[in-house]
């Protein structure tokens, strides 16, 4: 079958590039192995009529006027700033953490100069900071550490903090002042219609063509394009040949509460030392969706099963950039997204990344 461009995976990396590359006028074809579009932003009305997101909670936030100018031709906004407690100690307190997080877990009542005497007091100096242990230690020293950042990251990676980079734990900065806002972005907001509709649209263009359901290794036989656009596990791709990547998965417990109008006061409400969960989200914090009911999920980290997440590790990233060798030996394919650059990238990011894989493959076609 004739077609400029073959597109693996309808996730933000893939849709992105394929609407680029049809504007230019290329036909493209692109196929996920799934039923549905959006990739991981997945999102669908469960059975009783709220919005949820399939594969867990997905927030827009970004700084880049590029990227949130391109993704406004395909949907309007509901600004909605992201709010998360933790659960620590019998308390629900702002993480990140700020002022009003330590005055509350220690009964003091310090204010911002006072905070920052109190950290310069207890953080331990790391230099180099290499590992998320001497991120946060270095800041704000064990008892902190240990109470919102250890038990987390061992559960949601299987490692402890001193196992991984640096950039994991920086993802959560830690705050001298009252901002219990989870992100600090110029933009912050939550597609009005939801992300599938935004996909939906960016995909509707007679140049694309959509086949769902379809796993690239079936169907290459089918298709000789000019060009081919990946987005699936890189290590997949080259079958395995020198070993897996490792990527963490998550077991997603959706639940319906008919009865309950919001369940609890913030999006998400994380669980650093208790339960096999990390967090629960509630999605009418994101959406504002009005019921009578609400829907949360609560998400269960695991090594098996989809790959949702790059490990950002040493011997992971060695592995990655033979990989990346590989790749870059293979005339006419792109390797762009979170799962073929093994990047622990946004949705913001992605955009970007798509955004500027397009221009390359539109200067070699
Ligand atoms: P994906 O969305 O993974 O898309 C890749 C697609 O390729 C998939 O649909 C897959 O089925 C398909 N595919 C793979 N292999 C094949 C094959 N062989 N054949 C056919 N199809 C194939 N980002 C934020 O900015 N804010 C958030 O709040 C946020 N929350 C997140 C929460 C969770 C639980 C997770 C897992 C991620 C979150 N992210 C968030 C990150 C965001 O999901 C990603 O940045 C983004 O979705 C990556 O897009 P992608 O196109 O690279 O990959
Ligand atoms: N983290 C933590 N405690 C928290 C929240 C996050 O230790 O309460 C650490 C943990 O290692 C986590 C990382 O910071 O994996 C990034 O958190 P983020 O909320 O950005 O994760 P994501 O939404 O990408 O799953």
Not at 129 to 138: G, L, P
Not at 207 to 227: A, D, F, N
Not at 296 to 301: A, G, K, L
């Amino acid at each position: 079958m004739k077609t400029d461009v073959l597109v693996v995976g309808a996730g933000f990396s893939g849709s992105v590039v394929s609407r680029q590359l049809a504007d230019s006028g290329k036909t493209v074809v692109i196929i996920d192995k799934r039923s549905h579009i959006a990739g991981n932003a997945y999102d669908t009305n469960d059975k009783h009529g709220i919005l949820v997101h399939t594969y867990g909670p997905h927030i827009f936030h970004t700084n880049s006027q590029e990227v949130f100018s391109y993704l406004s031709a395909f949907t309007k906004w509901r600004p909605y700033e992201h709010r998360v407690l933790a659960s620590i100690d019998g308390q629900l307190l702002p993480i990140p953490i700020n002022i009003d997080t330590v005055n509350r877990l220690y009964g003091l009542n310090l204010d911002e100069e006072g905070l920052k005497s109190y950290f310069e007091s207890v953080r331990d100096p790391r230099d180099p900071i290499k590992t998320s242990e001497d991120a946060i230690v270095n800041i704000v020293g064990w008892d902190l550490y240990k109470k919102f950042y250890k038990g987390y990251t061992n559960k949601q990676w299987g490692l402890d903090p001193s196992e991984l980079f640096a950039s994991v734990a920086a993802r959560v900065p830690v705050r001298t002042n009252h901002d219990d806002r989870y992100f600090t972005d110029t933009h912050q907001a939550m597609p009005l219609d939801g992300y599938t509709e935004m996909f939906s649209r960016m995909l509707d263009h007679p140049g694309i063509t959509i086949r769902l359901g379809v796993e690239y290794q079936k169907i290459r036989q089918e298709y000789s394009p000019k060009h081919l656009v990946y987005t699936g596990p890189i290590d997949e791709y080259f079958d395995f040949c020198f070993g897996k990547l490792p990527y963490r998965s998550l077991f997603f417990e959706h639940e319906h509460l008919p009865t309950v109008q919001k369940f609890q006061q913030v999006g998400t409400v994380n669980y650093p030392n208790e339960h096999e969960y990390t967090r629960i989200t509630e999605f009418k914090h994101l959406t504002g969706q009005e019921h009578s009911g609400t829907s949360i999920v609560r998400e269960y980290p695991k090594a098996e099963g989809d790959p949702y997440y790059p490990i950002p590790r040493p011997e992971n990233d060695e592995l990655f950039k033979r990989y990346q060798k590989l790749a870059e030996k293979e005339k006419g394919v792109t390797f762009v997204g979170r799962l073929a650059q093994y990047r622990y990238y946004n949705m913001d990011q992605v955009v970007g990344a798509a955004l500027s894989a397009s221009k390359s493959i539109l200067d070699e076609i």
